[in-house]
């Protein structure tokens, strides 16, 4: 491969990933607070962006949440405090202005 088409390839992948980070900015002012607490919470252990995979192999990425349940759905779980099989996985209560926020940045997610 010859340089320019190594350059080429090289701008191709940087404006794919300015691509991909754009909508973020475009978010709700209730999906970036969401967006806000994953990245506090939940990011070291599942994915919360379209592309990347679970930095813990067996933590679902969120970007998937929505083919294994509607996520309005989760409100309940979020408000009475999720518990998994995992015991690494922290149990969290959210209150109701949390729960709006992650339920809209999750919904980010699905588009």
Request: aromatic share 6%; with cysteine; proline share 9%.
């Amino acid at each position: 491969m010859n340089r320019i088409a190594k350059l080429s390839s090289w701008l191709s992948g940087i404006v794919a990933v300015a691509m991909m980070s754009a909508p973020v900015a475009a978010q709700s002012p209730a999906a970036q607070r969401g967006l806000t607490f994953m990245r506090t919470n939940c990011a070291r252990c599942h994915s919360i962006d379209k592309v990347s995979p679970s930095p813990l192999s067996v933590a679902p990425p969120f970007r998937n949440l929505h083919l294994r349940y509607p996520v309005e759905t989760l409100e309940e779980a979020f408000a009475e405090g999720i518990v998994t099989g995992h015991p690494s996985m922290p149990e969290f209560r959210l209150d109701p202005g949390q729960i709006n926020d992650v339920i809209s940045f999750l919904k980010t997610l699905e588009r």
